[in-house]
């Protein structure tokens, strides 16, 4: 019921930024959260933080907070992920998801998914 579309990754050096964006459709009921989560080769999907839908209300991982900033726009039904001191650590693929609880978009087992854009991170 819900598509999700990321955009925005790409190729950057050590200290730089990017703002990823995530456009959603096709809500349907509830107050849905929104999440970015993020895979590295070989690694497991991790969770990088979290907006609700109907107040902006965020959640992040320990480790991210103070460097990566979530936001939305309620107009363009799109939601961004600005990520500002990119180090080569940060490089993976960046996944946007959606679900209704608050405990399941904090883990991966969300229930809608977008594509992912890849994001690398030189030194």
């Known amino acids: 019921q819900v598509q999700l579309v990321e955009s925005g990754g790409g190729l950057v050096q050590a200290g730089d930024s990017l703002r990823l964006s995530c456009a959603a459709s096709?809500?349907?009921?509830?107050?849905?959260?929104t999440g970015w989560f993020r895979q590295a080769p070989g690694k497991e999907r991790e969770f990088v933080a979290a907006i609700r839908w109907s107040d902006g209300n965020t959640v992040y991982a320990d480790s991210l907070k103070g460097r990566f900033t979530i936001s939305r726009d309620g107009v363009k039904n799109t939601v961004y992920l600005q990520m500002n001191s990119l180090k080569p650590e940060d490089t993976a693929v960046y996944y946007c998801?959606?679900?209704?609880?608050?405990?399941?978009?904090?883990?991966?087992?969300?229930?809608?998914w977008g594509q992912g854009t890849q994001v690398t991170v030189s030194s």
């Open positions: 096709g809500r349907t009921y509830g107050t849905w959260h």
């Open positions: 998801a959606a679900d209704l609880s608050r405990l399941v978009i904090t883990t991966t087992r969300a229930a809608y």
